[in-house]
């Protein structure tokens, strides 16, 4: 039960980016994780590099990068991660938990971890060539006996420090990423609106030419209506001029055809003098007032808007400023 409880309190002080038991400095993220000091310094790097002094081993300050366990956004001060509160509490579960365990974490793993072929042989040495754990015999006299070798723990050590810094670049990635498509996003935005604005501008520019055709067209019918009203008035008044000859001319045809037909002849002739003179100015007057040949048509309003409607078809967005 002892053990038991010990190997979960190891799990419960391992680091989320060396994978190892916190070392300390501990620091306590705004989010309350638990961080070593160098892998909060890494991930810190890793999300702002354009801070890391070129050829000096000063710490930056400032920035932001996010929790490994939680992603939280942490922004630190000009002090980096030294500004970060240490876990004083974790640092001193950990001095007690070392002075109960003399022995490495996952040691008791190890242990009980023994050589496939040699069943009393543990497994304490790692083949480079065929990048697998084995044990000494195997080395001496088995299948890795004309490999290299390496102490497992070194091997372990140099993959787990790979792997941690594989993470750290993991997650500035991740930052990197997530800045893109934010920024992506404030570019979409940005051009939506951006064509709001233009579809705006040129439905605003389009009317304003339909408000100029529709004034030009109401100017030319407005042309085109008052001749036709000057000349219908002309001809109305030479029909009107007409129609007041034909009434009085048809009025002296009856009362010369009653003249006519007077037996008495000293009566006849008391009135057919006056009748004569009117028949006669009335064959005399002048009905020569007639519209000129043509006075009718109305084709000289006739109008080309071809080249206009041409000019209209070239219309298109401004290429420079």
Same mark, same amino acid.
């Given at each position: 039960?002892?053990?038991?409880?010990?190997?979960?309190?190891?799990?419960?002080?391992?680091?989320?980016?060396?994978? @190892?038991?916190?070392?300390?400095?501990?620091?306590?993220?705004?989010?309350?994780?638990?961080?070593?000091?160098?892998?909060?310094?890494?991930?810190?790097?890793?999300?702002?590099?354009?801070?890391?002094?070129?050829?000096?081993?000063?710490?930056?300050?400032?920035?932001?990068?996010?929790?490994?366990?939680?992603?939280?956004?942490?922004?630190?001060?000009?002090?980096?991660?030294?500004?970060?509160?240490?876990?004083?509490?974790?640092?001193?579960?950990?001095?007690?938990?070392?002075?109960?365990?003399?022995?490495?974490?996952?040691?008791?793993?190890?242990?009980?971890?023994?050589?496939?072929?040699?069943?009393?042989?543990?497994?304490?040495?790692?083949?480079?060539?065929?990048?697998?754990?084995?044990?000494?015999?195997?080395?001496?006299?088995?299948?890795?006996?004309?490999?290299?070798?390496?102490?497992?723990?070194?091997?372990?050590?140099?993959?787990?420090?790979?792997?941690?810094?594989?993470?750290?670049?993991?997650?500035?990635?991740?930052?990197?990423?997530?800045?893109?498509?934010?920024?992506?996003?404030?570019?979409?935005?940005?051009?939506?609106?951006?064509?709001?604005?233009?579809?705006?501008?040129?439905?605003?520019?389009?009317?304003?030419?339909?408000?100029?055709?529709?004034?030009?067209?109401?100017?030319?019918?407005?042309?085109?209506?008052?001749?036709?009203?000057?000349?219908?008035?002309?001809?109305?008044?030479?029909?009107?001029?007409?129609?007041?000859?034909?009434?009085?001319?048809?009025?002296?045809?009856?009362?010369?055809?009653?003249?006519? @037909?007077?037996?008495?002849?000293?009566?006849?002739?008391?009135?057919?003098?006056?009748?004569?003179?009117?028949?006669?100015?009335?064959?005399?007057?002048?009905?020569?007032?007639?519209?000129?040949?043509?006075?009718?048509?109305?084709?000289?309003?006739?109008?080309?808007?071809?080249?206009?409607?041409?000019?209209?078809?070239?219309?298109?967005?401004?290429?420079?400023?």
């Amino acid at each position: 039960a002892e053990a038991r409880s010990m190997e979960s309190l190891e799990k419960q002080l391992i680091c989320p980016i060396c994978l @190892e038991m916190f070392s300390k400095p501990v620091v306590i993220l705004p989010c309350q994780h638990n961080l070593c000091r160098k892998c909060a310094n890494d991930v810190f790097q890793a999300s702002n590099p354009l801070w890391q002094s070129r050829g000096s081993s000063a710490v930056p300050s400032g920035g932001r990068f996010r929790c490994p366990s939680c992603r939280h956004e942490v922004v630190l001060d000009r002090h980096g991660v030294y500004g970060l509160q240490r876990n004083l509490l974790v640092e001193n579960i950990i001095d007690i938990y070392k002075q109960e365990s003399a022995r490495p974490l996952h040691n008791k793993a190890e242990q009980h971890l023994m050589c496939e072929e040699h069943e009393d042989e543990r497994i304490n040495i790692y083949c480079l060539r065929c990048e697998a754990p084995t044990c000494s015999l195997c080395k001496v006299f088995g299948a890795h006996k004309d490999c290299e070798v390496a102490p497992l723990p070194a091997v372990y050590q140099r993959q787990k420090t790979e792997l941690s810094d594989g993470i750290a670049m993991l997650v500035a990635g991740n930052d990197r990423i997530q800045a893109i498509i934010t920024q992506m996003e404030e570019i979409c935005h940005t051009i939506e609106e951006n064509g709001r604005r233009q579809k705006q501008h040129v439905g605003l520019r389009f009317d304003a030419l339909y408000g100029i055709l529709e004034e030009r067209k109401k100017e030319l019918l407005q042309s085109i209506a008052a001749e036709q009203e000057a000349k219908l008035q002309r001809i109305r008044g030479l029909i009107r001029q007409y129609g007041d000859h034909l009434e009085a001319s048809s009025k002296l045809v009856e009362s010369a055809i009653q003249a006519m @037909e007077e037996p008495q002849m000293a009566v006849y002739l008391q009135h057919s003098k006056e009748l004569l003179k009117k028949i006669t100015d009335m064959s005399k007057a002048s009905m020569s007032s007639r519209p000129e040949p043509g006075y009718e048509n109305m084709d000289h309003f006739s109008i080309n808007v071809d080249y206009v409607a041409e000019m209209l078809r070239t219309i298109e967005f401004q290429t420079g400023a």
